[in-house]
T-cell receptor, first 115, second 113 residues
Framework: DGGITQSPKYLFRKEGQNVTLSCEQNLNHDAMYWYRQDPGQGLRLIYYSQIVNDFQKGDIAEGYSVSREKKESFPLTVTSAQKNPTAFYLC??????????????FGDGTRLSIL | AQSVAQPEDQVNVAEGNPLTVKCTYSVSGNPYLFWYVQYPNRGLQFLLKYITGDNLVKGSYGFEAEFNKSQTSFHLKKPSALVSDSALYFCAVRDRGDYKLSFGAGTTVTVRA
C-alpha cells in the first residue's frame, strides 16, 4: 500500500539535545511538508520541499532544520534552539507544490515530549 | 493572505441526528477547499474537496459539504451521524496557484449513543 511512514511514534528529548524525526513516502510525490500540531491551534507549517535538494521555510521554521536528499525522504531535526518542542509533528506529501487540486496525504505523526 | 475559521470548538450530537461542522474562509482569489478528519494519535485523513462546479460535494463515509461563495463558507454535513464519527475535523483552504494550505483550528465532534 502506498503511504507515508513516520517514525518513531513517540520521542523524548533531553535538554540541549537534537532529535530527528523520520518521514518516508512511497507515493512518488514531489512535494513534502512538515507541520506542527498543538491543541486548539490547528496545523502550522514548519518546512516544505518542492523537489529533491530544495526546501523552504514555513511559518515557524526557527529551531528546526530539514534535508531532502531523496525524493522519498524528508527528515526533520528539532534542534536545541527550539525551546518549546513538545507537540505532535505531522509529515505530509502531495503530487506537486502548486497548480494541483489534489489533497495532501498525511503520516500518522510523531509525538515529541521533553524529558 | 488566506485564513480559515471554524467557529465551534465542539459539536455534540446524538447518533442518528444530522451533523454539521461549520467553516468559513478568506482568500484573495479562488479557493480550493478541503475537509480532513483526525482520530486520536493519528494523522489527518482526507474526506472531500471543492474545486469547481457543483456546490454540493460528496465525500467519504457519507459526508458532504456545501460551498457557498457569497457567504465564503464550506460547511461539512452528514445526514445521520454515527458514534464512530466522533473525531477532530479540520477545514483547509488553498488559493489556486499558491503552495500553502491553511488549516482551521479544528472542531471536536462527539456523537453520543
Amino acid at each position: 500500500d502506498g503511504g507515508i511512514t513516520q517514525s518513531p511514534k513517540y520521542l523524548f528529548r533531553k535538554e540541549g539535545q537534537n532529535v530527528t524525526l523520520s518521514c518516508e513516502q512511497n507515493l512518488n510525490h514531489d512535494a513534502m511538508y512538515w507541520y506542527r500540531q498543538d491543541p486548539g491551534q490547528g496545523l502550522r507549517l514548519i518546512y516544505y520541499s518542492q523537489i529533491v535538494n530544495d526546501f523552504q521555510k514555513g511559518d515557524i521554521a526557527e529551531g528546526y532544520s530539514v534535508s531532502r536528499e531523496k525524493k522519498e525522504s524528508f527528515p526533520l531535526t528539532v534542534t536545541s534552539a527550539q525551546k518549546n518542542p513538545t507537540a505532535f509533528y505531522l509529515c505530509a506529501s502531495s503530487i506537486e507544490l502548486t497548480g494541483s487540486n489534489q489533497p495532501q496525504h498525511f503520516g500518522d505523526g510523531t509525538r515529541l515530549s521533553i524529558l | 493572505a488566506q485564513s480559515v475559521a471554524q467557529p465551534e470548538d465542539q459539536v455534540n450530537v446524538a447518533e442518528g441526528n444530522p451533523l454539521t461542522v461549520k467553516c468559513t474562509y478568506s482568500v484573495s482569489g479562488n479557493p480550493y477547499l478541503f475537509w480532513y478528519v483526525q482520530y486520536p494519535n493519528r494523522g489527518l485523513q482526507f474526506l472531500l474537496k471543492y474545486i469547481t462546479g457543483d456546490n454540493l460535494v460528496k465525500g467519504s463515509y457519507g459526508f458532504e459539504a456545501e460551498f457557498n461563495k457569497s457567504q465564503t463558507s464550506f460547511h461539512l454535513k452528514k445526514p445521520s451521524a454515527l458514534v464512530s464519527d466522533s473525531a477532530l475535523y479540520f477545514c483547509a483552504v488553498r488559493d489556486r496557484g499558491d503552495y500553502k494550505l491553511s488549516f482551521g483550528a479544528g472542531t471536536t465532534v462527539t456523537v453520543r449513543a
